[in-house]
């Protein structure tokens, strides 16, 4: 049985993309190679690193005025391309069609989001997101009543009435829908799924995935939800910057990776400053975990984030007594300005959900000021099939991915804040190697 999709699940730090660029550089001028990366700068990595081959990279000016029409035109050439997560995202029919025709083989660096919200009102900035949300629920359920959608009781799917005449605002909607890529879970989110075409057989030759921990992430379960079969390797370096694919093993080149880093990362235990993420005891006895979650962050008090705000200060500027620029923090990006501050430089924020980039490599003291948890409709989605997402593994490899843009991924030692206590347990018994 051919391995058709690959996941190359090794370490942050681990050699995964300089394996993907050796492996590119052995394969024949005949084999074309599509190849998806979060940054623009790393698709400019790899038509550098890979002169060969001859990448191109999408251009809003060769495509008049459109980046995707010019991908469009790439394919048909039968180019090789370098290209980003965002434009990939909006693939269509008619360059899934092209690329079936070419044999390409898809390496794709990081997951993509592949299950997300779809938000009718994502480009009118005046609004806030919780706005947005609201409105596109009211007008969703407007178009129910009229029968203008119907949403499958079943399988949640969205549907379009053919019959119905098009209203220009609901174009992107009715698109989707007639692609069945939407899903209206519980009558209260709208739900965008990557077409699970492009990872189906016929459309790639082959597929390799770069990441570290794909079982808890969101692409894993997306290809549970659709019977795709996936299969794990990891990277090891040889020496002389030469990289070797290997099996997975039984997990003990992980764990001993762990137990080499642990000692670099010193997260911070002041009893002072973690109090405000600590767990408590609600109305009816039981214990919760939820300080610092987007939840709390909406309905926290002027002096609770006060209290946040000034335990960060106090961390960057008294106890580490961090450089600017050598500091690196998070929040949910609809809180960031809130922590704005002399020694909270916005320019030192970077977004929880960042992955494969290497411009923070210098950076060694961080603040992770926010606790991970799922929409709970996703979870929804998924379990309409029986399948369990693992919270609390999900937010740990969301969170290693964002710790390790900082220095620790050059080998070097880091200091940490994480004031929610879920978090900060994770990642500790993460490193001794306890889940």
Known sequence: MKE???????????????????????????VKIIYITPFLVETERIKRECPIKDFYLPSAQQGKGSKLVNFVSLIAKGRNIASTHSLFSNITDELMALIREQNYILILDEVMNVVTKFDLYKDENYKTSEAKEILTKIDIQTLIEKKIIIVDEESSKVSWDKNTHLLNKYLQLKELADRELLYYIDGDLLIWTFPIEVFQEGIFDEIYILTYQFDYQMQAYYYKYFGLEYFKYRVQDVGGRVYELLPMDDGSSDLKWRSEIKDLIDVCDSEKLNKVGMSYIDGVGRRQYTSLSKNWYRKASNDSLNILKNNMDNYFSNITKAKTNSKLWTTFKSEKTKFKSKYIPIKAWLECNCRASNDYGERNVL?????RYLNPFYSKFF????IQIDEDMYALSEMIQWIFRSAIRNGKPIKIYIPSQRMRELLVAWLKGEI
Do not use: E, M, P
Request: glycine share 6%; charged share 20%; with cysteine.
């Open 4 to 30: 058709r999709i690959k996941v190359i699940d090794s370490h942050c730090g681990s050699g995964k993309s300089s394996y993907a660029i050796q492996y590119i550089n052995t394969l024949d001028n005949d």
């Open 383 to 386: 379990c309409s099939k029986n």
């Open 367 to 371: 603040i992770y000021a926010i606790n």
